[in-house]
């Protein structure tokens, strides 16, 4: 990559929008070996950055590191966990000068349409935060034969949750999907579309500065042609879409849900593996689907 730089506003011959020793900096945290790919900003269509792309043997790697990181993460009290995201609110608000200059050149949106996505992952961080320790809390309900059984519901975490995001909220949909599987003690492996790939980088790097794993949340790189299945694929994989009007208050009732672990007269048995599922959903459908899937089962 070419370490030169010129306005692409004022000069014909111009190379990068944003500088690439930059650039390196972010996907310097991503497992990429693959061929590189070039990114153009819609704006004026001249060469945004260069990014390397992931192989399948480096999906399988961040899949693995992110395991990895997901034991000890989820050890973690739950209260400890809803202190980071408050972290990582009071960081996006800080930092939006700098995500919204990202989110616009990676998308082409006003300033106006950009401050929606960060106000909306900060209203989550903060969402989260402070109802997410009681959405996770055990719950006790009736037994089959009352005063002589006891069903308790238990949230477990599933592991690693795997989020595909696409280009046209590049910041909303690469993290505050990611945001309930982190508090519910998941990790994360995340692809982000090419056209929103530094924008979720961006994310990333303020998730770490909060106080976030180094490995917890995995980024792999791709362009439009698929790469062979990986035969160790993340326990849930989610691939949102814009969440209508309202949301947040259907978040709040579905990010709890959970296949409930059920204790009969104090004995809790071994919860049943779950089977790998990958949903999509449409702009404008409901989010408790999406809501119950980075939760904890």
Known sequence: MADVIADPETDPHATYVLDPASVRALTSRVLASGEPMTTRT????APLATLPTSTPADVAVALDRARA??????ARPVAERARLLLALHDLVLDRRSEL?????LESGKTRAQAFEEVADVAVVCRHYAR???ALLADRR???ALPLLTRSTEHHRPKGVVGVVSPWNYPLTLSVTDALPALLAGNAVLLR???QGTLTALHALALLVEAGFPEDLVQ???GGPRPGPRSSSAPTTCASPAPRP???ASRRARGAGSSAPASSSAGRTPSTSPTTPTCAGRSRGSSTRASARRASCA
């Open 192 to 194: 982000p579309d090419p």
């Open 131 to 133: 109802r997410g320790p």
């Open 219 to 221: 980024v792999v790189l």
């Open 100 to 104: 919204l200059d990202i989110v616009q």
């Open 69 to 74: 990181a997901q034991r000890a993460w989820a």
């Open 42 to 45: 819609p704006m004026t269509g």
């Open 141 to 143: 309900h009736l037994g």
């Open 245 to 247: 009007p309202g949301a």
